[in-house]
């Protein structure tokens, strides 16, 4: 049933697919002249409306621009990543529907959006990932993805069946080699793939390279990508022009940076990144450009967290927070960021202090509000903790008092910020970094709360870098709280580093862990002491559990957790 | 770096490897007889120690009864499924010891175990999922994988290369043709791969076909994987043997139920499901067996449920468990689930009533306790209650009692129950269904929480059958708890179906959207009402967020919440 269903559903696309097959090659052109618009945008999945206006507005732009051809990213109709909607024959109709309604906008100006269609085939996975040619108000032609990543956050081979056929695509004003995303990724030592897309596709000697991309940002992606678009460039001497999805998709965040290279892998132009932007070039005028100077890790973390947190909020369709501030430097900079993406009036912070809470805290966090100016309530804890303690004595009284009391406090904070939450109608910020998820240093129900992670993929030590970016130009984040030692303010006088290495070693130690994927034995024999390496694996290790329900972790590394590290949560495997 | 080493690490294996395929075909013997051993056995991943111990004792005592072969489940070296432990080189050079160590066993007896090998080529992913045949005390010959699934649960184009090259393996007794699980699933309508590994292996005449497996048990598969196996032995009139893990390993559940079939496709033997077992068989002497009534789907769901408890806690190195007994059917049967695995003493049950709870759910959950026998407590929570509506007065008094109120009693019994499970060292066990799951009927980080969710993939209507199941010979839970309305009890006479559709039309619209992918034109055509459909579908949507925090699900349907269904946590499809 669904397999028919799908294929007579999008029988229209085959159809048409095979047609132009047969005609590939007519309107050879040497020397192709192209004026060629870049559509950089920002789609919210499932969203078949808004996301297709939204592309019929700038085929009409670059239409009125004269442009020859816009180019949009990969899977745009429907938004990336789309899961297992893509199961779903109904899903599929809805892309189809999209693509018919801009067909018809296809007047006078050739279209390249990213869709899934039907592998006619009766064997093999039901999709394509395509890009889909739309020229003279009809579909032209349709390109399918080879190279389907299945890493990390990608899961291609869940829904697609890789392409096997090479053919260019030739138009009046040039013959182009369209590929999609990971087809350019098969060159030099990245050697996952046993074909190479551009190797084909050359032998029928295109004008020009087009890559449509869903890549998400971390960041040191950003480099690797200009290379390997330079790579291809200069390799096939084609100029290149790559068009990526920019914003927010809960956990994975786009960072755009559509790029144009000249036949000599040099960058002739650039979009913005994080943000939508539209650009028009002219293949006989592609001048070598002076890239913006590639900016610090911290700066383009804190632009992606930033971006990540407007889009999450408002593609919920919400815009107030809440978070719980502690004097510390991880809400500290929670609400900076926060206060940047949803405006500061947006940004409700709840002082919660406890029996342990110390006053310098206190004072560094109203000190760090009244730079801001954003709402705050303090609340103290000490009754519900009284109540709870009296309630369970009964039970505990025998007992010392433990890691029990400390996990009570921190619940109880997070009972009290959901119930602001719920009755205000805002979503919590979660203020966890890296380092403490790495190791389970928080509190399941307590601290380890919210609707979004914002720093679950920012180590300690990456922490103190994004504040003092913050601080750039002027003091919001208080030297205080960038200063003092780090401590959870759960029995008196606790610091990190009680439990913990210093962070220092403790993310140099999981970064080699969680990144690199190396073993103890690598990570020990480049200098760590033996101890200290078991220990930290083993508590990485023992705490899948705590992590497997944390919020969406705002992506910003190679390797975050959440979708892209799939760990077992029963093992035996360095955890002894 | 990590190539190279990860290829001189096992290249033992692959130097073996080649050198049999040039001696493959010297043994042939037609017509051969061979005492066949199946070790259907659980193993915890990465506990490369016990696995190790574990199959070198299950090859003494088939080498004892004097068998041929002794047949091992898919990659059980490392346990399955070993996720991204597998992209580690050090994980997998402990399985390269393992394997090197169970070699030395195999003297008078040949031994087929599952592993992870390295890909000697420099292109394509860096493994093989193998099958490796140990014989005369070396590495006789390996088999990879052909077939990769990647739907659902299954990621494994993520970490193996797929297999190109067929070959059977020749034994003194005979010609085996080794296929690994998903190898023998390429025939009839089931139509997700372009290649078929026995069409090729056939033609090289071999004399048996054997499957080694980690095939996940859901309460339709077991009679689907009979007639794939049936199928397969007689389509090309050939005996066969599968071999399957068995055991939970966290959210999967196996069933072993391994299996042999003469060459007409009868079932001849077949071994205990929700248990280790070992059987050996001679090939001369197949008689086709009557096989064992095929229990109800209640019935297998109740046995899986409490192997996944079992393992879950043992694996973990728990015994003692915690749960909030309310007096209603789905914390009703997750205490009878849990004595049953864990035995009634590590069993505690909380009852945490509030103003809004009946008298007669506390009598009726007491009633409950008194059958088992199982410890409880009874803990009022009016005075934490009270003194967190006290703190929040001053900022909610002028607004009505809400969803807020109803969520804070819930987390006020998931922060009493977290205590006791911090305190005692318990897990504590969620009670939610998986229509509640579904649409979202809960509360974050209240009624939600828990280490393990037993229901989460089972719903109300399912839950009835369980609890009438379990009390097929006596009545453990009580009629009372079975007969009444479900209600959350969180405000006066609130009823669930106040807010949700009769769970027998929910129950249905559910299975249709979640189990089997149907779309609101599909399920409406089916005759359910439109509003009613679009609302259910609308809630699934929206309360992705709601389940991505949920504890891990012991799965026992074909599609549960969890790793095997993957949606986007923000969109916009379904949701108006």
Redesign the interface.
Known sequence: M??VGLILAINFLNSHYQAIHTVTHKFRIHFATMKIALAQLNF?????E?NTLKIKNYIRKANDAQADLVVFSELCIP?Y?????L?????I??CQASVQSLAAECQGITAIIGCPVANP?????LLFNAAIVLHDSKIHSVVHKTL?P??DVF?E??YFEPNTVFHTIDLPYGRLAITICEDLWSVGDH????LVPMGELIKQQPDIIINIAASPFHYRQSGRRREVFSRNAAKYSLPLISVNQVGG???LLFDGESMVFDSAGRLVGELDRFHEDFKIFDTTQLREVQSKEQPSDAALIHDALVMGIRD?FS??GFNKSILGLSGGIDSALVLALAAQALGAENVMSLLLPSEFSTQHSMDDALDMLSRLGTPH?V???K??Y???L???TP??SH?PF???EE??QA??R???L???A??FGCILLNTSNKSEASVGYGT??GDM?G?LSVLGDVYKTQVYDLANYINRNKEIIPQNIIRKPPSAELRPNQKDTDSLPEYEILDKILFEYIEN??????IISMGFDYHVVLKVLRMVNINE?KR?????ILRVSSKAFG?G???????????Q
């Open positions: 669904y397999v919210l999945i499932g969203d078949f808004n938004g990543p789309s899961g297992d909607f199961e779903f024959d109904h899903f109709q809805r085939n009766p064997r093999g996975k389907l299945n890493y899961d081979h869940r050697a996952l793939y046993t998709q809960a956990e999450y593609k919920m309530e609340i103290e804890i009754e519900p009284q109540s709870f009296s309630e369970l039970y505990f007992l433990d890691i029990t996990n009570l619940r109880i997070a009972v009290t959901m119930a602001f719920n009755k399941l129900y709360c609707g994927s190396r073993g103890p034995d690598q559990w497997y329900q944390t919020p969406p979708p590290r799939r760990m077992p949560l029963v093992t035996k495997y360095l955890c």
